[in-house]
Protein backbone atom coordinates (compact mmCIF):
# COMPACT_ATOMS: atom_id res chain seq x y z
CA UNK A 1 0.00 0.00 0.00
CA UNK A 2 1.32 3.50 -0.74
CA UNK A 3 -0.13 7.04 -0.29
CA UNK A 4 3.08 8.66 -2.07
CA UNK A 5 1.39 12.04 -3.28
CA UNK A 6 -1.84 11.85 -1.15
CA UNK A 7 -2.77 14.16 1.43
CA UNK A 8 -4.60 12.49 4.82
CA UNK A 9 -6.19 15.08 7.04
CA UNK A 10 -6.66 13.29 10.48
CA UNK A 11 -8.59 14.66 13.90
CA UNK A 12 -7.47 13.90 16.77
CA UNK A 13 -3.89 13.03 16.07
CA UNK A 14 -2.35 14.10 19.22
CA UNK A 15 -2.99 10.48 21.08
CA UNK A 16 -4.15 7.12 21.10
CA UNK A 17 -6.04 6.11 17.74
CA UNK A 18 -5.51 9.35 15.58
CA UNK A 19 -2.01 9.15 16.27
CA UNK A 20 -1.71 5.62 15.19
CA UNK A 21 -3.26 6.60 12.34
CA UNK A 22 -0.99 9.90 11.60
CA UNK A 23 2.16 7.18 12.09
CA UNK A 24 1.17 4.64 10.03
CA UNK A 25 -0.02 7.02 6.88
CA UNK A 26 3.74 8.23 7.57
CA UNK A 27 5.07 5.16 6.78
CA UNK A 28 2.82 4.86 3.97
CA UNK A 29 4.40 7.71 2.65
CA UNK A 30 1.40 10.14 2.55
CA UNK A 31 1.47 13.84 3.33
CA UNK A 32 -0.35 14.37 6.37
CA UNK A 33 -2.50 17.55 8.14
CA UNK A 34 -2.69 16.59 11.88
CA UNK A 35 -5.37 18.40 13.66
CA UNK A 36 -5.50 18.23 17.45
CA UNK A 37 -5.79 20.60 20.51
CA UNK A 38 -2.57 19.50 22.66
CA UNK A 39 0.17 21.08 20.93
CA UNK A 40 3.58 19.28 22.78
CA UNK A 41 1.70 16.27 22.19
CA UNK A 42 0.73 16.93 18.40
CA UNK A 43 4.49 18.23 17.76
CA UNK A 44 5.47 14.54 19.28
CA UNK A 45 3.67 12.92 16.75
CA UNK A 46 4.25 14.86 14.46
CA UNK A 47 8.15 13.98 14.87
CA UNK A 48 7.45 10.38 14.85
CA UNK A 49 6.10 10.93 11.52
CA UNK A 50 8.85 13.05 9.90
CA UNK A 51 10.97 10.31 11.04
CA UNK A 52 9.15 7.59 9.73
CA UNK A 53 8.65 9.13 6.22
CA UNK A 54 11.21 11.90 6.03
CA UNK A 55 8.46 14.28 5.37
CA UNK A 56 7.28 17.04 8.00
CA UNK A 57 3.76 17.03 8.56
CA UNK A 58 0.96 20.41 8.25
CA UNK A 59 -0.05 20.68 12.35
CA UNK A 60 -3.38 22.61 12.73
CA UNK A 61 -4.21 23.19 16.14
CA UNK A 62 -8.10 23.41 16.07
CA UNK A 63 -10.85 22.12 18.53
CA UNK A 64 -13.31 20.58 15.91
CA UNK A 65 -16.35 21.65 18.40
CA UNK A 66 -15.56 25.28 17.34
CA UNK A 67 -17.89 25.87 14.13
CA UNK A 68 -15.18 28.96 12.91
CA UNK A 69 -12.19 26.30 13.14
CA UNK A 70 -13.36 24.11 10.27
CA UNK A 71 -13.13 26.43 7.22
CA UNK A 72 -9.44 26.81 8.54
CA UNK A 73 -8.71 23.26 9.25
CA UNK A 74 -9.74 23.20 5.41
CA UNK A 75 -8.28 26.12 4.65
CA UNK A 76 -4.40 25.58 5.83
CA UNK A 77 -4.42 22.30 4.22
CA UNK A 78 -5.67 22.78 0.73
CA UNK A 79 -2.42 26.60 1.23
CA UNK A 80 0.12 23.70 2.06
CA UNK A 81 -0.89 21.04 -0.39
CA UNK A 82 -3.21 22.00 -2.75
CA UNK A 83 -5.37 18.71 -2.65
CA UNK A 84 -7.33 16.63 -0.40
CA UNK A 85 -7.23 13.22 -0.97
CA UNK A 86 -8.16 11.42 2.78
CA UNK A 87 -10.33 13.08 5.43
CA UNK A 88 -10.16 10.82 8.97
CA UNK A 89 -12.96 12.24 11.27
CA UNK A 90 -11.40 10.68 14.34
CA UNK A 91 -11.45 12.79 17.30
CA UNK A 92 -14.32 11.84 19.45
CA UNK A 93 -14.68 12.33 23.52
CA UNK A 94 -16.47 9.72 25.78
CA UNK A 95 -18.83 11.22 28.95
CA UNK A 96 -20.04 8.74 31.43
CA UNK A 97 -23.58 9.38 31.66
CA UNK A 98 -26.91 8.14 31.32
CA UNK A 99 -30.26 9.37 29.78
CA UNK A 100 -31.35 10.63 33.13
CA UNK A 101 -28.04 12.86 33.50
CA UNK A 102 -27.72 16.66 33.09
CA UNK A 103 -28.70 17.21 29.18
CA UNK A 104 -25.43 19.22 28.92
CA UNK A 105 -23.64 15.59 28.47
CA UNK A 106 -25.77 15.06 25.13
CA UNK A 107 -24.91 18.57 23.44
CA UNK A 108 -21.13 18.15 24.81
CA UNK A 109 -20.83 14.89 22.78
CA UNK A 110 -22.67 16.16 19.95
CA UNK A 111 -20.83 18.78 19.67
CA UNK A 112 -17.23 16.73 19.58
CA UNK A 113 -18.56 13.71 18.07
CA UNK A 114 -21.11 14.37 15.33
CA UNK A 115 -21.04 18.51 14.88
CA UNK A 116 -17.41 18.42 14.19
CA UNK A 117 -17.03 15.35 11.47
CA UNK A 118 -20.67 16.72 9.71
CA UNK A 119 -19.22 20.36 9.43
CA UNK A 120 -15.72 19.29 8.25
CA UNK A 121 -17.26 16.82 6.21
CA UNK A 122 -19.15 19.06 4.37
CA UNK A 123 -15.88 21.60 4.00
CA UNK A 124 -13.86 18.94 2.94
CA UNK A 125 -16.41 17.17 0.02
CA UNK A 126 -15.10 19.75 -2.75
CA UNK A 127 -11.82 18.90 -2.43
CA UNK A 128 -12.56 15.26 -2.21
CA UNK A 129 -14.66 14.90 -5.55
CA UNK A 130 -11.64 16.74 -7.14
CA UNK A 131 -9.10 14.02 -6.00
CA UNK A 132 -11.90 11.13 -6.26
CA UNK A 133 -11.13 10.53 -2.70
CA UNK A 134 -12.53 9.24 0.23
CA UNK A 135 -13.79 10.04 4.07
CA UNK A 136 -13.34 7.47 7.22
CA UNK A 137 -15.27 7.95 9.85
CA UNK A 138 -13.85 6.90 13.32
CA UNK A 139 -17.19 5.53 15.06
CA UNK A 140 -17.62 2.54 17.85
CA UNK A 141 -18.49 -0.94 18.31
CA UNK A 142 -21.33 1.04 21.07
CA UNK A 143 -23.28 2.35 17.45
CA UNK A 144 -25.00 -0.92 17.53
CA UNK A 145 -24.17 -2.37 21.40
CA UNK A 146 -26.30 -0.29 24.09
CA UNK A 147 -24.38 0.81 26.93
CA UNK A 148 -26.73 2.92 29.47
CA UNK A 149 -24.02 3.80 31.15
CA UNK A 150 -22.71 5.89 27.97
CA UNK A 151 -26.03 6.23 26.58
CA UNK A 152 -25.76 9.96 24.80
CA UNK A 153 -22.13 8.64 23.67
CA UNK A 154 -23.93 5.53 21.85
CA UNK A 155 -26.03 7.49 20.03
CA UNK A 156 -23.63 9.70 18.75
CA UNK A 157 -21.77 6.96 17.21
CA UNK A 158 -25.19 5.35 16.06
CA UNK A 159 -25.82 8.49 14.29
CA UNK A 160 -22.42 8.84 12.65
CA UNK A 161 -22.95 5.71 11.17
CA UNK A 162 -26.09 7.19 9.71
CA UNK A 163 -24.16 10.12 8.53
CA UNK A 164 -21.57 7.30 7.06
CA UNK A 165 -24.45 5.69 5.22
CA UNK A 166 -26.46 8.81 3.58
CA UNK A 167 -23.35 10.86 2.90
CA UNK A 168 -21.78 7.48 0.76
CA UNK A 169 -24.92 7.48 -0.96
CA UNK A 170 -25.24 11.54 -1.97
CA UNK A 171 -21.31 11.66 -3.08
CA UNK A 172 -20.72 8.16 -4.66
CA UNK A 173 -22.08 9.53 -7.97
CA UNK A 174 -18.85 12.04 -7.70
CA UNK A 175 -16.75 9.44 -6.78
CA UNK A 176 -16.02 9.87 -3.58
CA UNK A 177 -16.11 7.06 -1.00
CA UNK A 178 -17.20 7.15 2.59
CA UNK A 179 -16.94 4.22 5.14
CA UNK A 180 -16.15 3.77 8.64
CA UNK A 181 -14.27 1.95 11.29
CA UNK A 182 -16.17 0.70 14.48
CA UNK A 183 -13.81 -0.48 17.09
CA UNK A 184 -14.39 -1.77 20.40
CA UNK A 185 -12.47 -1.19 23.09
CA UNK A 186 -8.73 0.05 22.79
CA UNK A 187 -6.75 1.53 25.49
CA UNK A 188 -6.13 5.02 24.77
CA UNK A 189 -7.03 7.62 27.05
CA UNK A 190 -10.15 7.90 25.83
CA UNK A 191 -11.77 6.61 29.37
CA UNK A 192 -8.96 8.14 31.35
CA UNK A 193 -10.30 11.50 29.97
CA UNK A 194 -13.64 10.36 31.07
CA UNK A 195 -12.65 9.96 34.35
CA UNK A 196 -11.40 6.57 35.18
CA UNK A 197 -7.94 6.68 37.20
CA UNK A 198 -5.33 4.37 36.31
CA UNK A 199 -6.29 2.00 38.25
CA UNK A 200 -9.97 1.50 36.92
CA UNK A 201 -9.07 1.73 33.40
CA UNK A 202 -6.53 -0.82 33.88
CA UNK A 203 -9.23 -2.85 35.43
CA UNK A 204 -12.03 -2.78 33.26
CA UNK A 205 -9.25 -3.30 30.25
CA UNK A 206 -7.96 -6.41 31.92
CA UNK A 207 -11.71 -7.38 32.50
CA UNK A 208 -12.89 -6.99 28.82
CA UNK A 209 -9.70 -8.37 27.37
CA UNK A 210 -11.22 -12.04 29.69
CA UNK A 211 -14.47 -11.77 28.23
CA UNK A 212 -14.08 -11.16 24.47
CA UNK A 213 -14.13 -13.78 21.97
CA UNK A 214 -10.43 -13.34 21.04
CA UNK A 215 -9.46 -12.78 24.96
CA UNK A 216 -7.81 -9.36 24.05
CA UNK A 217 -8.79 -5.76 23.17
CA UNK A 218 -7.43 -4.07 19.91
CA UNK A 219 -4.85 -1.28 19.80
CA UNK A 220 -4.46 1.69 17.87
CA UNK A 221 -2.09 0.29 15.30
CA UNK A 222 -4.80 -2.20 14.53
CA UNK A 223 -7.27 0.35 14.17
CA UNK A 224 -5.15 2.26 11.80
CA UNK A 225 -4.08 -0.65 9.49
CA UNK A 226 -7.77 -0.92 8.69
CA UNK A 227 -8.68 2.84 8.21
CA UNK A 228 -5.66 2.82 5.75
CA UNK A 229 -6.97 0.02 3.85
CA UNK A 230 -10.66 2.12 3.36
CA UNK A 231 -8.51 4.68 2.32
CA UNK A 232 -6.14 3.15 -0.13
CA UNK A 233 -7.16 1.81 -3.96
CA UNK A 234 -7.83 -1.63 -2.12
CA UNK A 235 -11.08 -0.41 -1.36
CA UNK A 236 -11.91 1.00 -4.53
CA UNK A 237 -15.26 -1.13 -4.74
CA UNK A 238 -16.52 -0.15 -0.69
CA UNK A 239 -18.33 2.42 0.69
CA UNK A 240 -21.22 3.27 2.86
CA UNK A 241 -19.63 0.19 4.82
CA UNK A 242 -19.05 -0.26 8.84
CA UNK A 243 -16.19 -2.66 9.51
CA UNK A 244 -16.12 -3.65 13.38
CA UNK A 245 -12.17 -4.05 14.62
CA UNK A 246 -13.33 -5.70 17.99
CA UNK A 247 -11.82 -8.74 18.67
CA UNK A 248 -15.23 -10.33 18.08
CA UNK A 249 -17.29 -8.42 21.01
CA UNK A 250 -20.70 -7.50 18.53
CA UNK A 251 -20.90 -11.28 18.02
CA UNK A 252 -22.11 -11.17 21.68
CA UNK A 253 -21.91 -14.58 24.30
CA UNK A 254 -23.28 -17.63 23.23
CA UNK A 255 -26.85 -18.47 24.83
CA UNK A 256 -25.82 -21.54 24.21
CA UNK A 257 -21.85 -23.31 23.97
CA UNK A 258 -20.76 -26.77 23.99
CA UNK A 259 -20.89 -27.64 27.57
CA UNK A 260 -24.34 -26.86 28.11
N1 LIG B 1 -10.50 3.87 22.73
C1 LIG B 1 -11.57 3.15 22.50
O1 LIG B 1 -11.85 2.16 23.21
C2 LIG B 1 -12.48 3.49 21.38
C3 LIG B 1 -13.44 2.55 20.99
C4 LIG B 1 -14.31 2.87 19.94
C5 LIG B 1 -14.21 4.08 19.31
N2 LIG B 1 -13.27 4.99 19.71
C6 LIG B 1 -13.24 6.28 19.00
O2 LIG B 1 -11.93 6.50 18.51
C7 LIG B 1 -11.70 7.91 18.38
C8 LIG B 1 -10.37 8.25 19.01
O3 LIG B 1 -10.43 7.96 20.39
P1 LIG B 1 -9.15 7.50 21.23
O4 LIG B 1 -9.53 6.27 21.94
O5 LIG B 1 -7.94 7.54 20.42
O6 LIG B 1 -9.16 8.68 22.31
P2 LIG B 1 -8.01 9.59 22.94
O7 LIG B 1 -6.79 8.79 23.23
O8 LIG B 1 -8.70 10.29 24.07
O9 LIG B 1 -7.68 10.64 21.78
C9 LIG B 1 -8.67 11.50 21.36
C10 LIG B 1 -8.11 12.43 20.31
O10 LIG B 1 -9.19 13.27 19.86
C11 LIG B 1 -8.79 14.62 20.02
N3 LIG B 1 -9.95 15.46 20.31
C12 LIG B 1 -10.94 15.24 21.20
N4 LIG B 1 -11.82 16.25 21.15
C13 LIG B 1 -11.37 17.10 20.21
C14 LIG B 1 -11.85 18.33 19.71
N5 LIG B 1 -12.96 18.90 20.17
N6 LIG B 1 -11.15 18.95 18.74
C15 LIG B 1 -10.00 18.41 18.25
N7 LIG B 1 -9.51 17.25 18.69
C16 LIG B 1 -10.18 16.61 19.66
C17 LIG B 1 -7.77 14.63 21.13
O11 LIG B 1 -6.98 15.78 20.93
P3 LIG B 1 -6.21 16.59 22.09
O12 LIG B 1 -5.64 15.58 23.02
O13 LIG B 1 -5.17 17.32 21.33
O14 LIG B 1 -7.21 17.45 22.73
C18 LIG B 1 -7.03 13.33 20.85
O15 LIG B 1 -6.06 13.53 19.85
C19 LIG B 1 -12.90 8.60 19.05
O16 LIG B 1 -13.80 9.03 18.07
C20 LIG B 1 -13.53 7.47 19.88
O17 LIG B 1 -14.90 7.67 20.07
C21 LIG B 1 -12.40 4.72 20.70
Redesign the pocket.
Known sequence: MDFTGKVVLI?????????SCALHFAKLSADLAL????VK??NKIAEQCTKASGKEPLIII????VEENIARIIKETIDKYERLDVLVN?????IMATFMDDIKNFDRLVA??IR?PYLLTQQAIPHLIESKGNVVN????VSSVPIPAMMPYCMT?AALDMFTKCVALEVAPKGVRVNSVN????N???FK?AGFDEERNKGIFAMMAATMPLKKYAH?EDVAKLVAFLASDSASCITGSRYEVDCGLHLGTPVLDSKN
Not at 35 to 38: D, I, L, P, S
Not at 62 to 65: H, M, P, T, V
Open positions: TGASAGIGAVGRNNLADISNAGIVTNGVSSIKPGPVTELRG
